[in-house]
């Protein structure tokens, strides 16, 4: 007990002694820490997030094309769309025997550059986005009435634009703020309908959050969109009814009765048919999409792990820069009966003691970068990241730099071990 | 019986062009228990290689040294680390204090290897000292003699049964130094620790009943080469 006592003495006061560079090596160790700690924690939230993540959809039908834009474009809201259907094709899928519920989606507008989609009212009345769980209002609010010019918001979406139950606003062209008035496909420019916001949704911690909902048929009816269901152009008129076959959606949100029916209509679309796409199952795109960006979460892994090795070489050096001048205390320690490998554990627990603090330090590091992630996150894409959430790299990452900064020690203990007492007590008389 | 029994010991030293220099050679030494013994020597007579050899810190090259019948020469460098924690104080010329340390942990350390000391003895020896109102003081902040009592108290607080002195009062001025070795000597007297003490100051010297001669004692000064 004694010995220990005074161990912890030794080591108390040489980081006491040591301040600066005691100071310098935590934050060094906090830093990578935090850095490694948050890096598994954003790429496994953001995968269970997009990829595991509630959807409350089986399969998106969509334009001829790439799966993995189409489920960008319908179930993150992200990229632009691939092309639209024919309102028939959703027609034909809404009436088939396996499938619970189709819902359409028209993009190609924003507000502020939150996402506008149109669809239809039964994506509040039917549609669970977790099961058993629909979209819920704030207040007061109620869904849109689909044939009048009515949005309803999502939380995320009223945040950024400051809409409430009752506000006014107008649509611009384009499902971003990027473009201006000159630019040929109109981006940018403001539409002349108003849409009143009837209703503001809760939270779901899902993209959905982001995006403003209007009724579909606002979208075929705003000025300048023209619909080529049959291939030629149409331009809906005020008051008159749009036939069936100039409409077109951006997509078709499906869920099946049951999952594996979407096997059959992959077979129907995929294989046999030539005008769409279905994104089926819509979780195994996401995560082929997270395979294919795998390397530049092993590369960001390969930058904290170097990030820890030179936080260890600092460690080293710091401690190893000490002890020329600590080799006369290590000699009395060592005339008072300190054994060699007292002193050589005095300089691995002192490593070990600035690790331990670098690693608690290392977890407000931590909670900074995943709040400035999260709110990134959150704000490009709606998904929320907890980052109280658990998750083994909490654990792992301190004991991971304890063993760093045990390892990193052994180098400058091998010098204070090898301290010859006779000579360098000779020599300091 | 005694205490510490030296019997021809030898220690030679290999200089750097490979010639074999004796610098120790002693036939017989005792000390019994409680026993105040002064050796006088002049500088380079290695006095202070005795001592060393006598706590463990260097090794012999042959003979014997045993200390209260345990033979120190046939210790492994662990061992003798452990004999010298428990067994010894020692007090050096220059008092090799530690600068960061304040006096008392600089005391406490004194007891901190062995078994005998502990936290309230060192307070307790500061205290009996004098340097009540110093235990916070770091050494650069405490006068010669102040040093020179915190180390005293520091080889007596682990409640050694020899305490090696090696020139105590080289630094001190004459009226500190009968001082300082009054202190030293009425503590090893209170907790029964046989003290060992080299120096070359007559007034130091003449205070002892026992006296050597280390240029008698060290057979290897007297001009007998390997």
Redesign the interface.
Known sequence: MKRLRALILIVRRSLREHALSTAVTVVSAALASGLVMAVFAVAAQSRAAFAGGPVGFDAVLGARGSATQLVLNTVFHLETSPGNIPWSLYKEVSEDRTVELAIPYAVGDNYRGLRIVGTTPEIFTKFEYVEGRKFEFVGYGEPFDGDLRQAVVGSEAARISGLKRGDVFQPSHGVSVSGNAQNPDGNGVQHDERYVVTGVLKPTNSPSDRVIWIPIEGIFRMGGHVLRGTGENFEAQAGAVIPDEHKEVSAVMLKFKSPIHGRRMEDLINRQGKVATLAWPIANVVAQLFERLGWVNRILELVAYLVVLVAGGGLLSSIYNTMNERRREFAILRALGARRRTVFSAIVLEAMTISVLGSLLGYLVYGVIMGVAAAIIRERTGVVLDTFEWHPALVQTPLAMLAVGAIAGIFPARKAYATDVASTLSRNL | MDLLHVENLIKDYVSPDGEVQRVLEIANFNLAAGEQVAIRGSSGSGK?TFL?IV?G??AADRGSVRFDGEEIVALN??QR??Y???E?G?V???F???G??SAL?NV???????SG??PALAEELLVTLGLEHRLKHRPHQLSIGQQQRVALA?ALA?RPRMVLADEPTGNLDPTAAVEALELLRGLCRNQGAALLLVSHDPTVLGAFDRQEDFAVLNQAVAGVTP
Do not use: P, V
């Not at chain 2, 406490?108 to 062995?114: D, K, L, S, T």
């Open positions: 202070t060393h706590a810190i260097l460098e662990s680390d452990q010298r924690a428990r010894l020692y050096f010329q220059s090799h204090l530690l960061a340390y942990e406490i350390f004194g007891g901190a290897f062995g000391g502990d520091r682990g």
